[in-house]
Every structure is written in C-alpha cells, then in structure tokens.
C-alpha cells in the first residue's frame, strides 16, 4: 500500500509540474535521463559482481542468468521517488550547487530562477528514472523469466516443498 501511495503523490507533483508548462527542461535533461538509466544500470551490475563470489562462497551461487535478471530486475522507483517527494518538500532557499555539490559560495553563484529549475529537474529525473524502470525493467520481467527458463524447480526443491508444505499443514 505504501509503495502504491509513493507512486500516486509522486505522479500527481510530477505530473502537476508539467502541465503548468512552467519548467525550462530541454533535450540535453531528456539525453542525461537516459545516461542516468543506464549509468544505474551499470552500478547495479558491478555491485552483484563484486558480491558474487561472496554469495558464492556462503552457498547463494548464482548462474549467469540468473545475475542478468537480478541486475534486471533492480526496479529503482518507490526509494527514487520517495526521495524526490522529500526534494519536492525543500524550500527553494536550500537546494543551491554549493549544498549540491560542496562548493564555496565563492565558486559557485545560484539564484532564485537557477534553484528553481535544479529542484524542477531533480523532480523530472527521479519521476523519469522511476517511469523507465517500470516501462522497460517491469514489462520486460516475465518474459526474460520465461525465456531463460527460471520458473522450473529442480526435482529436490519440489520435493523439499512439497515436505515442508504438508509439515505446515
């Protein structure tokens, strides 16, 4: 229910940005949308690599295909969106490069118009990541699944199932 809430508030604040037609998003926000989907890709799937051999070695190995669909099935949209709602919640004074990034003030000058459109289009990113996970990543599942024939069980863990089902019973 709670992930379900996330996903309705943060469509209709997202959603209700973008009608008021007030936003200043161009190609270059679309083009680094797609470099942030497949950059998190790419983390996702060096983090399962450097843990493999350690599920491995504490016995949850894991076969190739079975790596490919955890790194597939990585959905990034309830915590994302979560997070932009709390973005959505921070006043305008505070989201500045020098709290973005660690800069001095010096370095870095920020006005009213620039904190707008950085809290506009964190919003737009997080929404965005959240749309493709669920466009791409969730409509694609059961048919990866299916094709790499991950639903069958093996003839031990039927039977193992089927022991503790009738113990439970």
């Known amino acids: 229910v709670a992930n379900t809430v996330v996903f309705v508030v943060a469509g209709l604040i997202i959603g209700e940005q973008f009608v008021a037609k007030d936003h200043e998003l161009n190609i270059y926000d679309w083009i680094f949308l797609f470099e942030l989907y497949a950059g998190l890709w790419a983390i996702r799937a060096v983090v399962v690599a450097f843990f493999s051999p350690a599920l491995r070695y504490f016995g949850v190995g894991m076969e190739s295909r079975e790596i490919f669909t955890l790194v597939h099935a990585g959905l990034r949209g309830a915590v994302g969106l979560a997070v932009g ?74 039977f193992s199932f089927e022991c503790i089902t009738r113990h439970i019973a």
């Open 85 to 158: 709602l709390v973005i959505e919640q921070t006043s305008y004074d505070k989201i500045s490069c020098e709290h973005a990034f660690a800069l001095p003030s010096a370095d870095c000058e920020t006005t009213s118009s620039d904190r707008i459109t950085l809290h506009k289009r964190m919003m737009f990113h997080m929404g965005g990541i959240a749309m493709l996970t669920l466009m791409l990543n969730a409509t694609s599942m059961g048919w990866l699944v299916r094709i790499q024939n991950l639903t069958t069980m093996a003839i031990a863990s039927k």
